[in-house]
Structure formats: C-alpha cells, structure tokens
C-alpha cells in the first residue's frame, strides 16, 4: 500500500496494516490527534466586487442575427 509518507492529503500505510483492525484503529486514532493538535487555519480574505465602469451592454433583440 506504500511506505507511510503521506501525498495529496492522504496517507499510505502497509498492507500488513490492513490485516490488523487493532493496530489500524490506532493509527487512525493517533491520526486524528495529531490533526485535532494543530492550528485553525486563518481564514480568507473575501474579494471585493468588481465594478464595471459605462453603461451595460443590452440583450439582442428578439430575432437578431449576430454579425460573424
């Protein structure tokens, strides 16, 4: 299953791990506290409207054909 490095938010652990619902269920376990134990990430700032200078342009008329 892999060597125990963890890639793309994920963690590989070997498969003799896997035959073993006891050692498996601490691990996870230990997983989960050492997650819990680290800081909140900062949240994002949020983006500021654009505005767009001018008039809006209006919809085709009804039937229009549209110049190529």
Not at 17 to 25: D, F, K, S
């Amino acid at each position: 299953m892999g060597d125990g490095r963890v890639r793309s938010k994920k963690a590989m652990l070997p498969e003799s791990m896997m035959g073993n619902p006891t050692q498996l269920r601490r691990w996870i376990a230990r997983a989960f506290e050492g997650a819990a134990s680290l800081p909140a990430k900062k949240a994002k700032k949020a983006k500021k409207a654009t505005v767009t200078k001018g008039v809006p342009k209006a919809a085709p008329a009804k039937g229009a054909r549209r110049s190529r």
